[in-house]
């Protein structure tokens, strides 16, 4: 799923085209000016949050460079559901709570009637995996 991409980010991307010789590459700031006009509590609809400008921005470098294997490292804020569906040469690596519930990938559709399943099979928790000899 490759999302809309603001033309600067292109212009942006092709300035830094030499820094991608190097292993990584840091994003370390996405950011977007807040409009006034909204109050703390909302959202601005035509603002995208971190964790989609973030994943706008992976999607743009894994369809860029399709000849590596890009790794993402963020922290709590970056774990949702902006990172579901990464293409298969994108890994992401961020920090859950301690108490966080995971999950197996959804099964495929069976092709009854009713909702499909939205959640795989509950695995164990993080501890209990923690714990568990390799």
Not at 44 to 54: N, T, Y
Not at 55 to 63: E, K, S
Not at 90 to 118: E, H
Not at 120 to 130: E, F, P, T, V
């Amino acid at each position: 799923m490759l999302l809309d991409v603001p033309a600067s980010l292109d212009a942006l991307l092709s300035l830094l085209r030499p820094c991608f010789t190097q292993p990584t590459f840091h994003m370390f700031r996405l950011w977007q000016p807040k409009r006034r006009h909204f109050p703390k509590d909302t959202c601005d609809p035509e603002r995208p949050s971190k964790p989609v400008l973030a994943r706008q921005m992976v999607d743009l470098l894994a369809t860029r460079l399709t000849d590596r294997t890009i790794h993402v490292v963020g922290d709590a804020a970056y774990a949702t559901s902006a990172s579901r569906g990464l293409s298969a040469r994108v890994t992401m690596t961020s920090r859950l709570r301690a108490n966080a519930a995971l999950y197996a990938p959804a099964p495929p559709r069976t092709g009854k009637r009713g909702r499909p399943a939205t959640w795989g099979k509950r695995l164990a928790s993080l501890a209990q995996i923690a714990t568990a000899p390799t």
